[in-house]
Nanobody, 123 residues
Framework: VQLQASGGGLVQVGDSLRLSCAASGGTFSRHNMAWFRQTPGKERELVAHITRSGGSTYYADSVKGRFTISRDNAKNTVYLQMNSLKLEDTAVYYC?????????????????WGQGTLVTVSS
């Protein structure tokens, strides 16, 4: 499965941004999808996860109520809608996929990764 993330950019505090991740080369609907983020010197952090059908989601406490993960299996695409952005949301955001039946927050549990898209939130 190949993943291509897009949608990052420079925004101001309080703005919104939507990231997209297009999948190819596999059966998208068989994979759970997730968004991670990483800042220099820190480990990659799970931001949000969505199951195969989209029926269940998980969010890190830091983004609950502000970010929404969704997917369109017909378009082989997963989205991350980010609202009320904060300075601390600045990071490189990665989409990832796996086929596990449980949600695990560690990056090692994901088999496929996109190339990352930079989100910079400025004041």
């Amino acid at each position: 499965v190949q993943l291509q993330a897009s949608g990052g950019g420079l925004v101001q505090v309080g703005d919104s941004l939507r990231l997209s991740c297009a999948a190819s080369g596999g059966t998208f609907s068989r994979h759970n999808m997730a968004w991670f983020r990483q800042t220099p010197g820190k480990e990659r952090e799970l931001v949000a996860h969505i199951t195969r059908s989209g029926g269940s989601t998980y969010y890190a406490d830091s983004v609950k109520g502000r970010f929404t993960i969704s997917r369109d299996n017909a378009k082989n695409t997963v989205y991350l809608q980010m609202n009320s952005l904060k300075l601390e949301d600045t990071a490189v955001y990665y989409c990832a996929a796996n086929t596990l039946y449980i949600i695990r927050p560690d990056a090692g549990s994901y088999d496929y990764w996109g190339q990352g898209t930079l989100v910079t939130v400025s004041s």
